[in-house]
Structures are given as C-alpha cells and as structure tokens.
C-alpha cells in the first residue's frame, strides 16, 4: 500500500521560500503524476500543480510564477518550492498521487500524504 | 480555467437519507469528473473517478454520475460516518480545480 509522507518547516516568514517535500514509500515513484495541493485554514482545496515522474511539470496559473516541483526518482521523493510567500499562503500543504487517463486528462488523486500545516508569519 | 460550482454549499440531512450533491462545470467536459470526502482536519479521500467509478473499498451507497457539464454525487441510506465535506474535482483539462464543497450535517 503506497504512502506518502510531506516534511518540511511549520514556519516561514514572509518573502521567504517555502520548500516542502513528498517521500513515497512501499510503491513506485514511477509512471504516475504526483501533485501538491493546499488547504487555507476554513477554505476549499487549491491545486498547485504536478509533475510526472519524468520531470514534466504542470502548474497553477495562479502561482505559476512563484512555484518549482521537482522529483528525484532515486530518493523516490518529490518537492515543492513556493517563493516570497505572504500570509495568504498558510496553509495545509498535501501531495498526491494523480491517476493519469490519456490526452493530458487526469481521473482522481487515489493517494494523499496526511498534509503539513505551514504558517507564514514574521 | 474550468470552473466547477458545487451545491448546495451545506446541507442537513438524517441517518438514512438519501442526498445529491451537484456539480455544474463551466464548459462542456468528458467525464474526468471525481469526488472526494473530506473530514475535518484529515486528508480528503477519493470516492469516485471518471464520474462514475467507485473506488475500491468505497461502500456502495456512494455513486456518480453524470455528463457534459453536470455531474452528480449520490450518498444513499446516510450513515453516521457520511456526515463530512464534499468536494468535485475536473480532470479534463490543467489548471485541475475543485468545487467549492458540500458540507454535510446531521440533521
């Protein structure tokens, strides 16, 4: 049964990086996409974006310009670095696995980490 | 963007009901339309794929269903374990973007 597992710091300050990462155990990294989604504290869910296992990379036009995924296939990890975050990007950060169907189209997220909560705050 | 508007936004409903929550996206899609559940503090969980597709070890008063731009998600003989939140999600194109949620009462 393949887990997920985020890490990361609780605690970012404003206009600096956040950097999170995704460790996918007892299953392969390979031949799936692997999404980060956050959650703002009362509010619905936000897709960041994904990447496949062979780098390609997807994001949300929204943070587009401040985001990176980045994979390591050897450490079967995948990474998110959010850059110059304010207070409106705290929030439960979760990564998980999307099923591909075909044609750039996606069915569901079938796994999901159990979410790290990260506050920004000076 | 497609944008995916859920309703109603909370709904109270008792053990045994049977309640639809809908999903009305903004363009015409193929089904790339799931559904999750979500309770508190938790991770959401995957109920249906591709709109109609039970995920395995979803019992089976959970169903979908739908097509073009209005899917639905059916919850038949509510159980005490059923009163979470709702959210769909759109597969059919990226940026991937959910509902807002459905949330589920207890009457």
């Known amino acids: 049964q393949v887990q997920l597992q985020e890490s990361g710091p609780g605690l970012v300050r404003p206009s600096e990086t956040l950097s999170l990462t995704c460790t996918v155990s007892s299953g392969s990294i390979y031949s799936y996409y692997w999404s980060w989604i956050r959650q703002a504290p009362g509010q619905g869910l936000e897709w960041i974006g994904h990447i496949y296992y062979s780098g390609s990379t997807e994001y949300n036009p929204s943070l587009k310009s401040r985001i990176t995924i980045s994979i390591d296939t050897s450490k079967s990890q995948f990474s998110l670095q959010l850059r110059s975050v304010a207070a409106a990007d705290t929030a439960i950060y979760f990564c998980?696995?999307?099923?591909?169907?075909?044609?750039?189209?996606?069915?569901?997220?079938?796994?999901w980490g159990q979410g790290t909560t990260v506050t920004v705050s000076s | 963007d497609i944008q995916m508007t859920q309703s109603p936004s909370s709904l109270s409903a008792s053990v045994g009901d049977r309640v639809t929550i809908s999903c009305r996206a903004s363009?015409?899609?193929?089904?790339?339309v799931n559904w999750y559940q979500q309770k508190s503090g938790n991770a959401p969980t995957l109920l249906i794929s591709?709109?109609?597709t039970l995920q395995s070890g979803v019992p089976s008063r959970f169903s979908g269903s739908g097509s073009g731009t209005d899917f639905t998600l059916t919850i038949s003989d509510l159980q005490p374990e059923d009163f979470a939140t709702y959210y769909c999600?759109?597969?059919?194109?990226?940026?991937?973007?959910f509902g807002q949620g459905t949330r589920l009462q207890i009457k």
């Open positions: 999600q759109q597969g059919h194109s990226t940026p991937i973007t």
């Open positions: 998980a696995r999307q099923q591909y169907a075909y044609s750039d189209h996606f069915f569901g997220m079938d796994v």
């Open positions: 363009q015409t899609m193929a089904g790339y």
């Open positions: 591709g709109a109609f």
